[in-house]
């Protein structure tokens, strides 16, 4: 498994409150900052103020304001510093939309979005070193350059990446705040009832398998997380459903449906690679596995995204086709369930 697929997307910003003292003398907010964030440079600082990232008792402000007795400071930084070398490769993007200050890209199933532990080549950011090799935010030593959220390595979809240091920052804010709007397809076991509604469960890492996670019932450990959804289609002993995030946790929709006996289909860490639903003739378990065949993977994309552009403010909406593997697996099964023999 990747290592970056067990990185929950809020911990992309870092996130700090402070109370200033009694005793406190004026101050300019970066140098007060500055002081008590480690490896954080005032520009970082001064980036995050300039794009709206730092509030004094909830209010934004620049780097110039100065701190006062009891201020409270609330700031979100995006990207902790570089930990590994970036290698630039030439590897072909899926470019959906691009300009001076945001790319989207449609990621290909298998591809690891930054490198970490085990993917050091090959990745997204791998690609985006070279594709921006020009621009001064992928030289500037962060260890994930651009990006702003992800997607698993076996999940499919749309991307935005920031091109520039205030893009970012303002993008981050975005994600962090959840003013995003994520929209998710895919194909589960079984037909969730109801067909439209809501799986809340707090999110960590099992206490069992670290690579994995799961959902905390009592609520005492882990992350909230809540995922809305609508079954799309019926397929018979799987569905098509949409999935809306309101949060942004390692694995979410991926345990989320597991954990109510709906998981994945061809989702191999959450119990999705069995064959769930069905009957036991050889022929339906044939028909099963060359589903399998076709859709080495958990059936996920991240079908639209639609966000706030960091510097016109305008709303911006894309959308993308489900992948050849999950539209033949859907075909499939629509042929199976008609009745007719599957191709």
Request: aromatic share 10%; hydrophobic share 35%; proline share 6%.
């Amino acid at each position: 498994m990747a290592e970056e697929d067990l990185v929950d997307q809020q911990d992309l910003f870092e996130h700090y409150r402070f109370r200033a003292d009694p005793g406190q003398s004026l101050l300019r907010i970066d140098k007060f900052l500055s002081d008590r964030l480690q490896n954080t440079s005032r520009t970082r600082i001064q980036n995050a103020a300039n794009a709206g990232n730092i509030l004094v008792n909830n209010i934004q402000v620049k780097p110039n304001y100065r701190v006062k007795p009891g201020d409270i400071v609330q700031v979100v930084l995006p990207n902790p510093p570089r930990e590994i070398d970036l290698i630039p490769e030439n590897i072909p993007l899926n470019i959906i939309y691009e300009d001076d200050d945001v790319l989207v890209v449609n990621k290909d199933p298998g591809m690891v979005v930054h490198p970490a532990y085990g993917n050091y080549t090959g990745t997204l950011v791998n690609a985006l070193m070279w594709h921006f090799k020009d621009l001064p935010l992928f030289n500037s030593g962060e260890n994930r350059p651009g990006l702003v959220h992800r997607i698993d390595k076996n999940t499919s979809g749309i991307l935005v990446i920031a091109k520039n240091e205030f893009a970012l920052n303002r993008l981050s804010k975005q994600f962090f705040d959840r003013t995003t709007d994520r929209r998710y397809n895919a194909l589960v076991w079984g037909t969730p009832d109801p067909l439209e509604g809501t799986i809340c469960g707090n999110v960590g890492r099992s206490v069992k398998d670290r690579k994995i996670m799961q959902v905390f019932k009592d609520g005492d450990d882990g992350k909230p997380a809540i995922t809305h959804y609508k079954v799309i289609e019926d397929l018979g002993y799987i569905s098509l459903v949409e999935c809306k995030l309101e949060t942004g946790r390692t694995h979410q929709i991926r345990v989320h449906f597991s954990y109510i006996k709906h998981p994945l289909f061809n989702d191999e860490e959450y119990g999705g690679n069995q064959i769930l639903k069905g009957t036991t003739f050889t022929k339906y378990q044939q028909f099963i596995r060359n589903c399998f065949k076709i859709l080495p993977r958990q059936a996920l994309h991240a079908k639209s995204l639609s966000f706030n552009h960091p510097v016109t403010g305008k709303r911006l909406s894309f959308d993308s086709e489900l992948p050849d593997d999950m539209k033949q697996v859907i075909d499939k099964w629509r042929k199976y369930i008609s009745g007719r023999e599957p191709v």
